[in-house]
């Protein structure tokens, strides 16, 4: 077996390396390229699952907001069809880290990148995957093969983890400060290390079994060095020449790579490939079901097409060609995206009837941990709260009558709900950076003629199609492949329910939204592309903001409200994607022209403390 072992790494160096090029240098390039990959099914053999972690499951405080920990278990780890990472169950079970220092799937390691360590439960976490993390085993819809595969849920971008003192907070659909570029990097680093027969030998092993026969070994081998030189091909291909900006800790260029996943790598048209330039902070979904369109722009109205869509972004597999299924099969399980994920996020009643939110509430501020609120200086911000009517975009606060009998609800729908209006502002009012809804707004997309989407221009095979209006249609198209695909095919009615009782639109408007602060505390950091630390930043003039600063460290500062500064990622805010510009409060010199952006007067400290103050109670 060592033989045929080192004859397939001497095959694989040359396609990776050449007979010159440095090992070292390409490992960081093939890194880069796992994100682009939907390669390998699963390979058999045992499976590794029952291996002891080397950290322990950290004791998390959850704040009450409404789920019980069934729901929440169940929100970490149900699969939505996703295979995310381009390896095997077994494979990933079994990797050591890049160091060599342990498995890769230890939580110890894990919770470095930003994941959550979750209880091994038999029934929604057998693995003892981290949170957001699960295993989706099934059929791909492309070939008919198994696959086997680790994919990621809602919960590994939306759940929100800070520390103060000895204390750790965990909140349910808050952002994550994970660091999914690091992860993918580093898990590249691995296995390529893997290639060595030092470490492939043990890796084998947990793999196949130690009893495996060496043919085995030998086709488990090919198989990494087969997944290795993919990636530095693909990436070779999709070279971005530096273009793209380094997303870190709690940032995602969600709409980019959804849109590079679906029409690039889904599709298999590397020409439909872009940068990543307009990473975005992972935003908080409470409430959000509620709202009358979503996403930072407030681009898409219906909630099945944002959550179909978003699985296919951390690849769900879909077939697009002739093949084992019909066109538009995908792995997606769209009747548990509306009634175990989106129904518990909404809860079971209209706000309206009792105006209050159920399902998935905004946290409270816990001032048992956090320290008590100064409820006089909090009286003071909420005067200045309607004085400077941070009210007349975000709306009353969702505590007070004028939040649920004002004309902010949409008149009831034939299902008999209601939608809170939110206020789309410019972007040349609020001077935030414009890339998210730029980017939407410009991007084109090659779209096979034979998937027969309306509109685009061009006659031949492809036709160019706007971004937003194309992935409408492709995901509709999944969905209604789903639906029909049901034994009996899914009524009308039903489909209307699971969709949410909304139509699938689809906008690009240059400006963002502006949701209701109830929560505000726990979202750092702020703006839509997370480029200001802290709510003390935030109210403060512009030259007072920090123009860089680290993300990664996880304790919580109460006086300024949000992390303290550190960590492994600097965000720089000169990059444009990453500006710090707009949504400013401050006062202008004496004629002197105020600075774009600029939505309310200059606020002394002592008022910045008491509208914060407020801020906490919401």
């Not at 409270?364 to 409820?375: H, S, T, V």
Request: hydrophobic content about 35%; glycine content about 12%; aromatic content about 8%.
């Amino acid at each position: 077996m060592a033989r045929g072992i080192r004859g397939s790494a001497r095959v694989a160096g040359t396609m990776l390396f050449g007979r010159d090029a440095s090992p070292a240098s390409a490992s960081l390039r093939i890194a880069g390229a796992l994100a682009a990959f939907t390669v390998l099914g699963s390979l058999g053999g045992c499976d590794p699952g029952g291996n002891e972690q080397s950290g322990e499951v950290a004791q998390l405080v959850w704040l009450d907001q409404g789920w019980s920990p069934q729901v929440r278990s169940f929100y970490h780890h149900q699969s939505q069809g996703t295979v995310t990472l381009p390896i095997p169950t077994s494979w990933f079970l079994a990797l050591e880290r890049p160091d060599g220092r342990g498995l890769f799937s230890d939580i110890a390691y894990l919770d470095t990148f930003g994941f959550i360590a979750s209880p091994r439960d038999p029934q929604s976490n057998p693995e003892g995957l981290p949170i957001g993390l699960t295993r989706t085993v099934g059929t791909d819809p492309r070939n008919g093969g198994p696959i086997d595969r680790i994919g990621f849920t809602c919960a590994a971008c939306h759940t929100g983890r800070i520390e103060y003192d000895d204390t750790t907070i965990a909140i349910d659909g808050g952002p994550a400060l994970v660091n999914l570029g690091e992860f993918r990097k580093q898990l590249g680093e691995s296995l390529k290390r893997t290639l060595r027969p030092s470490v492939f030998a043990p890796f084998a092993d947990r793999v196949l079994g130690p009893d495996h026969s060496p043919a085995q070994g030998v086709r488990l081998h090919n198989a990494v060095a087969r997944l290795v030189a993919q990636g530095l091909l693909s990436l070779l291909q999709n070279q971005d020449h530096g273009r793209s900006i380094e997303e870190g800790f709690g940032r995602l260029d969600a709409l980019n790579r959804i849109g590079n996943q679906v029409f690039g790598t889904g599709m298999g048209i590397a020409a439909n490939n872009v940068p990543i330039t307009a990473p975005v902070a992972f935003p908080h979904i409470w409430d959000t079901s509620w709202f009358d369109w979503v996403q930072y722009n407030s681009s898409i109205e219906q909630p099945m097409v944002r959550n179909a869509g978003e699985a296919m972004g951390v690849v769900a597999l879909v077939n697009y060609n002739d093949g084992p299924t019909p066109r538009f099969t995908s792995t997606i399980p769209i009747r548990r995206l509306h009634d175990n994920i989106e129904s518990q996020l909404a809860g079971p009643r209209q706000p309206t009837q009792d105006n209050r939110f159920t399902g998935l509430r905004s946290p409270a501020w816990p001032e048992e941990i956090l320290g008590p609120i100064d409820r006089e200086l909090a009286a003071r911000g909420a005067e200045l709260y309607r004085e400077l009517r941070c009210q007349g975009c975000h709306l009353p606060a969702p505590d007070t009558e004028a939040f649920w009998t004002g004309n902010h609800w949409l008149p009831a729908n034939a299902a008999g709900e209601r939608y809170l209006r939110l206020n789309l502002i410019p972007i040349r009012t609020i001077g935030t950076d414009p890339a998210q809804a730029e980017d939407l707004a410009n991007r084109t997309v090659l779209v096979p003629a034979a998937l027969g989407i309306p509109g685009g221009t061009g006659t031949g095979s492809l036709r160019r199609h706007p971004f937003g209006d194309a992935l409408k249609h492709v995901v509709e198209r999944v969905m209604d492949r789903w639906y029909d695909s049901q034994t009996p095919p899914t009524p009308p009615d039903e489909r209307n329910r699971l969709n949410g009782h909304r139509p699938n639109n689809v906008r690009s408007p240059l400006a963002y939204k502006a949701r209701p602060l109830n929560g505000i505390w726990a979202t750092a950091p702020f703006l839509h592309n997370g480029s200001v630390p802290t709510l003390w930043a935030l109210l403060s003039p512009y030259g007072e903001r920090p123009t860089s600063f680290q993300l990664g460290n996880r304790r919580f500062d109460p006086v300024n409200v949000g992390y303290v500064n550190g960590g492994a990622f600097t965000l720089n805010t000169a990059i444009p994607g990453n500006r710090n510009t707009g949504h400013l409060f401050e006062t202008a010199a004496a004629g002197a022209p105020g600075r774009p952006g600029t939505i309310g007067r200059g606020l002394s400290p002592a008022e910045r403390r008491a509208l914060i103050e407020y801020l906490k109670t919401l």
